[in-house]
């Protein structure tokens, strides 16, 4: 092997993460390198609902005109049905301005982000697949690619090497003590020319036995996003169409049926599973972990975007100040504080997720939730700004949370309570609290167990 280069930073995988930080390193004085295995646009169903939040972190980085230009779509709030029942709520203003998401092709999104890294001077970027982390004394120190179509394996030193390479991360490892796994899977269908209930919003059906999301995608093309709980995926097959048309498909609004059975009967399916992985990063010298490869958390609540851009926004400002690339030290303390400050901006998108989907596959956990939230006032407007991540404030999502809880079983033991109720409460209380606990301690709320103990 022969060492062919030099650079400052090198980001491996030019995805959703690691072309958003090439961009925002862009213009600067440092020496960036992309390594990217397929620069080709992907036709897939993830990162396709961007949160308002991740629309601000893409503003604080000058990269927002990236949205423009390939028929993204506006959405501006949220709507749930449940049992024939069904309304919609915005998201919150903040200083007057409204805060809008984007529904869109997550494959044309990243294309624009990436011809957004390529006019970069300072970037270069290589069509090639990483094959190995150098590492040297716990240090690492760049990596081994091959370029595409090319047998040769080359080594490219760095001084830093961000690792950014997805949801099926091989180099995870080496940077971190991953704990992955796997809580369902997503079918993901595109319906054409559909009429949605609530034009420009995100919708979630709380169908049995778990949700389905819908959004826009372009202006004639919605996603469908269906849960298949547990570890195994979906079989593709006459029993998969089955249970899709009658089981799932009568739960859904009657506008969308016909372009929803259309879309069915095309059989155009694809599957993903849905992890949970909190971010359990390991400091050595000359590596970062970003995006999947950090952190995942359900799908359910569009928020994995999100989480990318604001730990890309974090690490790429602290990168931006380091006065001098050749200081180690100075790396590797722009990395340090980089994990240490990002929980403070991710946890409420990670615990949300989670929680949500836990409520979602508890009976009485869901109604309680979605007469809640149908409430309105602070009992909606306040959940749907963690939703969006334009609040960030782990002590209101915990409220909420448990504001949920003790409604379900006010209603539960109404008129009156008798055994039977005593016990679904309880039962629901406890599912509560180990939904949440876990998912506090992910994120480094070690100091759960007192409130275990008060409930
Ligand atoms: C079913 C599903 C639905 C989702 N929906 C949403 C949503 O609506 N909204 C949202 O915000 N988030 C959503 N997410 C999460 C979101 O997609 C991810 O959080 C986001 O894409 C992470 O970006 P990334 O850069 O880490 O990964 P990616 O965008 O996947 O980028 C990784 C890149 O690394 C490249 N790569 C991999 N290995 C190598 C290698 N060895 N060498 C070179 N390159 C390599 C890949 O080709 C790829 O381009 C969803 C996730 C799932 C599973």
């Known amino acids: ?12 995988g030019g995805g959703v993460a690691g072309a958003a930080l090439a961009g925002y390193l862009g213009g600067s ?10 620069l080709t646009e ?5 990162g396709e ?7 601000e972190m893409l503003e604080r980085m000058g990269l927002q005109h990236l949205l423009d230009g390939f028929d993204a779509q506006p959405v501006t709030g949220y709507a749930l049905f449940m049992n024939g029942e069904n309304f919609q709520i915005a998201y919150p203003e903040t200083n007057g301005k409204l805060n809008t998401g984007r529904g869109m092709r997550n494959g044309k999104f990243v294309q624009r982000l990436r011809d957004n890294m390529k006019l970069q001077q300072n970037v270069t970027v290589i069509e090639g697949s990483v094959t190995g982390l150098l590492e040297e004394e716990g240090r690492i120190k760049g990596v081994t690619y091959k370029t595409k179509g090319e047998d040769e394996t080359l080594c490219l030193n760095a001084k830093l090497t961000v690792v950014s390479d997805g949801i099926f991360s091989v180099f995870r490892n080496q940077l971190s003590n991953p704990q992955k796994k796997v809580s369902g899977h997503f079918l993901g269908l595109v319906l054409k020319n559909c009429e949605l209930p609530y034009p420009n919003h995100g919708h979630v059906i709380v169908a049995k036995p778990s949700p389905v999301l819908v959004y826009p995608i372009t202006s004639t093309e919605t996603r469908m996003l269906i849960d298949f709980p547990g570890e195994d995926a979906p079989r593709k097959g006459e029993e998969l169409k089955n249970y899709l048309l009658n089981t799932i498909g009568n739960q859904l609004p009657s506008s969308i049926r016909n372009s929803f059975t259309e879309a069915v009967e095309g059989g155009k399916f694809k599957v993903m599973p849905n992890h949970i992985m909190a971010a359990r990063p390991v400091m050595k010298e000359g590596g970062v972990l970003l995006g999947d490869s950090l952190n995942m958390r359900h799908p359910l609540t569009g928020g994995g975007m999100t989480v990318a851009f604001t730990d890309v926004y974090l690490l790429g400002k602290n990168l931006l100040e380091i006065a001098d690339f050749s200081k180690s030290a100075e790396v590797s303390s722009a990395v340090a504080a980089f994990y240490k400050t990002r929980n403070s901006q991710t946890a409420t998108i990670n615990i949300l997720a989670d929680a949500l989907y836990g409520v979602m596959r508890n009976e009485d956990l869901k109604e309680a939730c979605f007469n809640y939230l149908k409430r309105g006032g602070s009992y909606s407007q306040e959940p749907v700004s963690i939703l969006s991540a ?12 448990f504001a949920v809880a003790v409604y379900g079983v006010k209603n539960i033991l109404s008129p009156f309570p008798n055994g039977k109720r005593l016990m ?10 180990s939904i949440i606990v876990p998912l506090l301690r992910n994120e480094g709320f070690t100091d759960v167990n007192r409130l275990r103990a008060k409930l």
């Open 29 to 38: 004085s440092i020496n960036v390198v992309v390594i990217e295995k397929n």
């Open 49 to 55: 609902l961007l949160q308002p939040g991740g629309v």
């Open 1 to 12: 092997m022969e060492s062919k280069k030099t650079c400052d930073v090198c980001i491996v």
């Open 390 to 401: 334009v609040s960030r404030d782990v002590k209101l999502l915990i409220r909420h949370f």
């Open 424 to 433: 679904r409460s309880y039962n629901m209380l406890k599912d509560s609290v």
């Open 42 to 46: 992907q036709d897939r169903i993830v």
